[in-house]
């Protein structure tokens, strides 16, 4: 909810949990659904497999944009791309709510692409390559400082 409207996240989570887009929309309807797939397909190309949730309106664009991708929608199955929003959701409580959609997009896209190059899968790497990790994502926030003030 943001100024008492409800607003839809809509998220792009690829095979590893990142957060490949977000669309903060009013609608939740064949049309809006279009509009972030074909942007998805543009920018990113076309999937192998869509898991979505049980809403109908999915299935024209999916068969439009990529009708060769397996559509999976299934209840449990999108549980990866409810997890993705825990950690908006936390930095967003911080920040004393949303004020605005376009406030929520804004941020929402920045902090998504940020978090990803900050926060890396633990799980998957050993110490050593978690810390290099880590150093390498300082270095790289680093240069690009450097690059805005100078």
């Given at each position: 909810?943001?100024?008492?409207?409800?607003?839809?996240?809509?998220?792009?989570?690829?095979?590893?949990?990142?957060?490949?887009?977000?669309?903060?929309?009013?609608?939740?309807?064949?049309?809006?659904?279009?509009?972030?797939f074909?942007?998805?397909?543009?920018?990113?190309?076309?999937?192998?497999?869509?898991?979505?949730?049980?809403?109908?309106s999915?299935?024209?664009?999916?068969?439009?944009?990529?009708?060769?991708?397996?559509?999976?929608?299934?209840?449990?199955?999108?549980?990866?791309?409810?997890?993705?929003?825990?950690?908006?959701?936390?930095?967003?409580?911080?920040?004393?709510?949303?004020?605005?959609?376009?406030?929520?997009?804004?941020?929402?896209?920045?902090?998504?692409?940020?978090?990803?190059?900050?926060?890396?899968?633990?799980?998957?790497l050993?110490?050593?390559?978690?810390r290099?990790?880590?150093?390498?994502?300082?270095?790289?926030?680093?240069?690009?400082?450097?690059?805005?003030?100078?």
């Amino acid at each position: 909810m943001i100024g008492g409207k409800k607003l839809w996240l809509w998220p792009a989570i690829d095979a590893d949990g990142d957060v490949l887009d977000i669309l903060v929309q009013a609608r939740r309807n064949t049309t809006a659904a279009k509009r972030f797939f074909s942007r998805l397909v543009k920018q990113f190309g076309q999937p192998r497999v869509v898991v979505t949730d049980k809403l109908r309106s999915y299935i024209k664009p999916i068969q439009n944009f990529a009708p060769n991708a397996d559509h999976r929608a299934h209840k449990g199955r999108n549980n990866r791309i409810e997890n993705s929003h825990r950690l908006s959701r936390k930095r967003e409580k911080i920040m004393g709510r949303f004020k605005s959609p376009r406030q929520a997009q804004r941020f929402l896209s920045a902090h998504d692409q940020i978090n990803t190059i900050f926060r890396p899968r633990r799980y998957n790497l050993t110490a050593i390559s978690y810390r290099h990790a880590r150093t390498d994502a300082f270095a790289l926030w680093r240069e690009y400082t450097a690059e805005m003030t100078a």
